[in-house]
Structure formats: C-alpha cells, structure tokens
C-alpha cells in the first residue's frame, strides 16, 4: 500500500476529474504512476548501460540527457 499527500490544488484537479469521468483518483494516480514508472526504469538502465559502457565511469542523469539530448 502507498500513501502520498499532494497539495490542494491539485487534490482539487483530482475531484473534478473524478467526477467528470467517474473513475476513481486512485484510478487515476496509478495510471500516472504507470505511465513514469516505465520512464524512470528506461533512464536507469540506459545511465547503467552508459556506466558499463564507459568502463564504470558514474554519469548523472542530467549529463546523460544532456548528451544524447533526452527530454522529460
């Protein structure tokens, strides 16, 4: 189980979703939470993949999108 709080504006965004669609926000933060999740293990593998390419050299994130010109 996970928990986050998020700030009323957003919260706010979330309850009219909701109603308008009739999904839950909880329907919603997983299907978000899906959707970067993918993401992030994309940016992890390719910064290992990188580190074992350049002989164990760490590169940050930053530089690694900076380098092969990755957005968010």
Do not use: N, P, Y
């Amino acid at each position: 189980m996970l928990s986050v709080q998020i700030d009323a504006q957003t919260e706010r965004r979330l309850d009219e979703l909701s109603s308008q669609t009739g999904r839950s926000k909880d329907a919603f933060a997983l299907e978000a939470i899906l959707a970067h999740l993918d993401d992030w293990e994309d940016g992890q593998l390719a910064e290992r993949r990188l580190r074992a390419h350049r002989g164990g050299e760490a590169i940050s994130l930053a530089v690694l999108r900076t380098e092969f010109a990755v957005d968010d």
